[in-house]
């Protein structure tokens, strides 16, 4: 029987999904790759190669480049040569496979330990594993270095993203060069993340008991010692099995719903604590007595049982109010925005008045010219704003999920700070955190509890609002920017007026919600009077 290996990438995410592949490869090899997934990985590859230019240039003769095109066997002995002549820096290690314990993995860098010998691994990773704060006093400030100099220490000008895979990662490295006697006994290891600025130092230790238990358990699933059942978990959006069916079994999604999985209903790690205590089923969440589970951290837990209900009852709302509320105003603005992946946002699309008027740059990004489109949609909106206090009116702007608008906002000011109409952080923070900018996924979670989930597209179809075009979604507009701005050939036209009309429909869409939710003036076609109230599902039974 073959030996079966894993890296790290196994120990966060599916457990079925890890049996599936595992038992199934065959039915993997015609399966088109997810665009989304494709292009992040994509984007990773060109984010390490970056980082790799800039640390290499800045000091040559301290690196060993593993020949990524050798094979796997001969980039692990090149490493360990590379590990045995004490060098200083090694880019693209590969470590030997354990046919044993089933390891296998390697890290974009090992780090030299100069004092303590040994080598520390640091990982490269496309996402942000930090923020900047404000130096203020704290109980714990996270351990950076500058990435061109190891010398970790406290670091109160920035605050931690909690990476779990980045920390499997590091402790997964750490197992394997320990058996190899080449593990630090500083026992830490790095992340190198979207920015270039600093290494985030995680300390390994702590680490371990939980990646021991974790990397058992997985190798044994890998292995066919330990069984699985689907569940849901929102790596299901991606994932090919969700409608593919393994020989001899159900698709996951077919599954689930044959057997009203709990998941369903309360996915993630809530089905799990669910499961731990007899609640198998929707129905047997839905007829729940007695006391609340002492482990239950998941919000109101009578919240989840009328969730079931209303599954049950095939309704996609329950109010929590008698009334549902929302902020309105004289002049009203829906924002909706489009980026591409952490390369900038290209497109702030607005709807006033029942007009809608874009904001964009079609040079791909990165470019200076989203600093343009920037000011020019941030002049509009505060000349608008303006205009409606000179007239004595009030004044809104509404999102759906303000995470994504923030976080371009902030980082858009920063990065193009200075030039015209660029508006500085002070002014953003001053009005994303006023009464003017209103959150409409804040407003439906505050309001409804949401039986088939939370996203404006489960949302605004139950207000009546439909997309032209039935393939839009965040994933998909990744793939259609990439022609649209002519990444790998041409740029096409078609896809940027579909990328026009999937923003505009967004826009669209949060105004519909927002006008049956709370309209100005009574209508039979409203959230108080078509959605059923939490009374109607929470009689005990």
Not at 176 to 203: F, T
Not at 239 to 246: F, I, L, S
């Amino acid at each position: 029987m073959p030996v079966a290996y894993i890296d790290a990438r196994a120990l966060i995410g599916c457990r079925h999904r890890l049996h599936l592949d595992a038992a199934f490869p065959r039915e993997m090899s015609g399966v088109v790759e997810d665009p989304g997934v494709r292009q992040r990985r994509e984007a990773a590859a060109a984010h390490r190669l970056r980082v790799r230019d800039a640390l290499i240039a800045a000091d040559p003769d301290s690196w060993v480049v593993i020949d990524p095109t050798l094979t796997a066997r001969a980039r692990a002995e090149a490493t360990m040569a590379a590990c045995a002549a004490a060098t200083h820096h090694i880019w693209g290690g590969l470590l030997p496979q354990e046919s044993d314990t089933g390891r296998r993995g390697g890290a974009e860098i090992l780090l030299r330990d100069l004092d303590r010998g040994g080598y520390i691994p640091v990982i490269v990773v496309n996402h942000k594993v930090t923020d900047p704060r404000r130096p203020e006093p704290a109980d714990f400030h996270p351990t950076t270095s500058d990435p061109y100099e190891w010398n970790p220490k406290p670091d109160p000008t920035r605050k931690l993203r909690q990476q779990p895979r980045d920390q499997q990662r590091l402790a997964h490295l750490y197992r394997m060069l320990q058996r190899h006697g080449l593990a630090s006994p500083a026992l830490v290891g790095g992340v190198i993340g979207y920015h270039l600025d600093r290494i985030l130092v995680h300390d390994i230790g702590p680490l371990l008991d939980d990646y021991d238990h974790r990397y058992a358990d997985r190798i044994a699933v890998v292995r066919g010692e330990l069984p699985t059942i689907p569940s849901k978990v929102p790596e299901c959006r991606q994932c090919p099995w969700w409608n593919r069916a393994a020989p001899g079994l159900s698709s996951c999604a077919d599954w689930l719903a044959e057997h009203r999985d709990v998941s369903l209903v309360a996915p993630g790690s809530r089905a799990d604590v669910l499961r731990g205590h007899g609640v198998e089923t929707i129905d047997d969440l839905a007829g729940w007595t007695g006391e609340d589970p002492d482990d239950w951290q998941h919000g109101p837990f009578d919240e989840a049982v009328v969730t079931a209900r209303a599954w049950i009852a095939n309704a996609p709302l329950v109010r929590r109010v008698d009334r549902v509320w929302v902020k309105r105003a004289d002049v009203e603005v829906d924002v909706d925005l489009e980026s591409y992946q952490e390369y900038g946002a290209y497109l702030w699309g607005t709807l006033l008045d029942g007009v809608y008027r874009p904001f964009m740059t079609w040079d791909p990004l990165p470019t200076e010219d989203e600093g343009r489109s920037f000011a020019e949609f941030w002049t509009w909106l505060m000349q608008v704003r303006a205009e409606a206090a000179l007239a004595g009116k009030s004044f809104a702007a509404y999102c759906y999920s303000r995470t994504a608008e923030d976080k371009w906002l902030y980082e858009s000011a920063r990065r193009f700070a200075g030039q015209p109409g660029v508006p500085t952080v002070d002014q953003i923070r001053a009005f994303v955190d006023g009464p003017e900018w209103v959150d409409m996924f804040q407003a439906v979670s505050d309001q409804f509890i949401c039986p088939a989930g939370k996203g404006l597209k489960k949302i605004a179809p139950v207000a009546g609002f439909s997309w032209r075009d039935p393939e839009a979604g965040g994933e998909a507009s990744m793939s259609w920017y990439r022609l649209a701005v002519g990444y790998d050939a041409d740029p096409d036209m078609s896809q940027r007026t579909r990328l026009l009309e999937y923003n505009e429909d967004d826009v669209r869409a949060t105004m519909v919600l927002r006008e049956w939710m709370c309209p100005k003036v009574p209508t039979a076609h409203s959230a108080d009077v078509e959605v059923p109230g939490l009374e109607d599902f929470t009689a005990r039974v």
